[in-house]
């Protein structure tokens, strides 16, 4: 028990989280993640929503500690209209609302408060794009008739990038990725996720999307990319605030958006491909 003690001890110090708890609240979302959106599609769109005001206010939190102070209510009621407008009108109603949510919130920042208004009016529209604008593509993925494969789809690629990266760099790592970015993050726990996600893809899209596992591959490997830009922008964003996490809401993750950054980028690539392959009827 010593032994496996210092092990679990040692790891949680290389990786910088708490290993076990990490791993009991990733299995809780994904219960709850897979539940709804199989059963109850419309209270997978309401935990999304739960998810995306959270994170809103984390960042608005953020931005608060880096001297930047946005209006919270506001952008959470664009934020909601963004995903309202996506699960009822699809891709044309998230591009419209975005289209209208941008302008009026700057106009009611600049009409409240004019103080540094260029600064504050590009990180409101900033944490619009990044958070309910990119989120309202997983309610455009779960909203079709094969939703839950497409969720199913999008959850592997992204933990398989975030399971292996993590796994590779904690036991391998050596040579940073972008060490002024994210110290933690090593060039083997990249090619870890290479290996994993591409795997994994290539059968998930073979098993649950019944399309060829070359496909899934090379999806696989875009995956790698955006899942890890998302991670590594929002290390910047963290970085530029002086914070080491968003929150501190789940146990070894941080905050949601500690949690769903991988996600949000993620997201919007899978929908299109999907939609590619569909167009083409490849």
């Known amino acids: 028990m010593d032994d496996l003690h210092a092990l679990n001890e040692a790891i949680n110090q290389k990786a910088g989280r708490k290993l076990l708890p990490s791993i009991a609240v990733s299995l809780a979302i994904l219960t709850v993640v897979f539940t709804s959106v199989y059963y109850v599609p419309v209270a997978f769109a309401v935990?999304?929503?739960?998810?995306?005001?959270?994170?809103?206010?984390?960042?608005?939190?953020?931005?608060?500690?880096?001297?930047?102070?946005?209006?919270?209510?506001?952008?959470?009621?664009?934020?909601?209209?963004?995903?309202i407008s996506a699960w009822n009108g699809r891709i044309s109603g998230l591009a419209v609302a975005m289209a209208i949510a941008i302008p009026n919130l700057l106009v009611f920042m600049l009409l409240t408060n004019p103080k540094d208004f260029v600064r504050r009016g590009a990180s409101a529209a900033f944490a619009i794009f990044y958070i309910p604008f990119l989120a309202g593509f997983i309610l455009l993925l779960s909203h079709e008739e094969n939703g839950p494969a497409r969720i199913l789809t999008l959850v592997v690629?992204?933990?398989?990038?975030?399971?292996?990266?993590?796994?590779?760099?904690v036991l391998l790592g050596r040579h940073p990725l972008?060490?002024?970015?994210?110290?933690?993050?090593?060039?083997?726990?990249?090619?870890?996720?290479?290996?994993?996600?591409?795997?994994?893809?290539?059968?998930?899209?073979?098993?649950?999307?019944?399309?060829?596992?070359?496909i899934g591959a090379v999806i696989g490997?875009?995956?790698?990319?955006?899942?890890?830009?998302?991670?590594?922008?929002?290390?910047?964003?963290?970085?530029?605030?002086?914070?080491?996490?968003?929150?501190?809401?789940?146990?070894?993750?941080?905050?949601?958006?500690?949690?769903?950054?991988s996600v949000l980028f993620t997201g919007p690539a899978v929908w299109f491909v999907l939609e590619a392959i569909k167009h083409f009827k490849l």
């Open 47 to 83: 935990l999304v929503w739960v998810a995306v005001m959270l994170a809103i206010r984390e960042l608005t939190n953020a931005y608060q500690s880096g001297g930047i102070d946005l209006p919270k209510l506001p952008l959470q009621i664009a934020g909601t209209a963004l995903l």
């Open 157 to 169: 690629l992204v933990s398989c990038n975030d399971t292996f990266a993590y796994l590779f760099g």
């Open 178 to 214: 972008a060490p002024h970015i994210s110290p933690k993050k090593t060039w083997e726990g990249f090619t870890g996720s290479i290996i994993a996600t591409t795997i994994g893809s290539a059968l998930v899209f073979t098993l649950a999307l019944d399309k060829s596992w070359w």
């Open 221 to 261: 490997l875009m995956a790698v990319v955006t899942a890890t830009c998302g991670d590594l922008i929002e290390s910047a964003v963290k970085r530029d605030l002086s914070i080491k996490d968003m929150g501190t809401l789940l146990p070894g993750h941080g905050g949601i958006l500690d949690r769903i950054d």
